[in-house]
């Protein structure tokens, strides 16, 4: 199994740009999350879904949205990109009951310049 | 609202020494994770702790749960090399959906 797959893994952005952050997982969880991580720091959650077409607000949504169609896909949507939003964005998702650990994709470093 | 606090923040020690790495959260919680990550890596999980009184071990690496307490605990003995790293907590109660990570501890072990 490929477990939790973001792409991409690198990306530069210009202010005011948009871009949308992909995250894919193949275990049927239906728990799904977004995380910044600023240099040196801990992971924020952006937003989470329990499961398809339900989502909210993490701990910092501002400048950012989600969507959840299937329960496999929850793609992160920057749509005016600003300096503040430089960090190393994680995806996660984890079952229903909570019982096993959450599993993590490898990561995106985005800058914006 | 979960909160969930870990301290130290930072930790140096030296190898073949034992630590403890402490785990506060703020509401009732029946689940508890450990996570390590290295430099530039994705997170990496360690233990799952489900109840309390619970206690799991791996090589060096020891984790406890003492939900009366509301508190989970990492222990280390005789530190190596290789356990340098950042060691983050997380909780999540059943019923809420939101997976909370403690600040993280930025282990180094020296030699």
């Known amino acids: 199994n490929a477990g939790v797959t973001q792409t991409p893994k690198f990306r530069i952005l210009k202010i005011g740009q948009s871009m949308t952050l992909q995250c894919t997982q193949d275990m049927n969880h239906n728990y799904m999350y977004w995380y910044r991580q600023d240099p040196g720091m801990g992971l924020k959650l952006i937003y989470y879904s329990v499961g398809a077409g339900i989502t909210d607000k993490g701990e910092v949504p501002n400048g950012y949205n989600v969507s959840r169609s299937t329960t496999e896909d929850f793609p992160l949507r920057l749509e005016l990109a600003a300096p503040s939003q430089t960090s190393v964005y994680f995806c996660a998702s984890q079952k229903r009951a909570g019982n096993t650990e959450a599993f993590f994709g490898q990561g995106t470093r985005l800058t914006v310049v | 609202e979960l909160k969930v606090e870990q301290n130290p923040l930072f930790l140096s020690m030296q190898e073949g020494k034992n630590y403890t790495i402490y785990c506060n959260y703020s509401t009732t919680s029946d689940r508890l994770y450990w996570y390590r990550q290295d430099p530039g890596k994705s997170l990496e999980s360690l233990f799952v702790?489900?109840?309390?009184?619970a206690v799991k071990q791996e090589g060096r690496l020891m984790a406890s749960l003492d939900t009366k307490a509301r508190l989970s605990t990492l222990h280390i003995t005789a530190a190596v090399h290789d356990l340098s790293a950042t060691y983050f907590c997380?909780?999540?109660?059943?019923?809420?959906?939101?997976?909370?990570f403690g600040t993280g501890t930025r282990l180094t072990i020296i030699p």
């Open positions: 997380a909780s999540r109660n059943f019923g809420n959906e939101k997976l909370t």
């Open positions: 702790l489900l109840s309390n009184g």
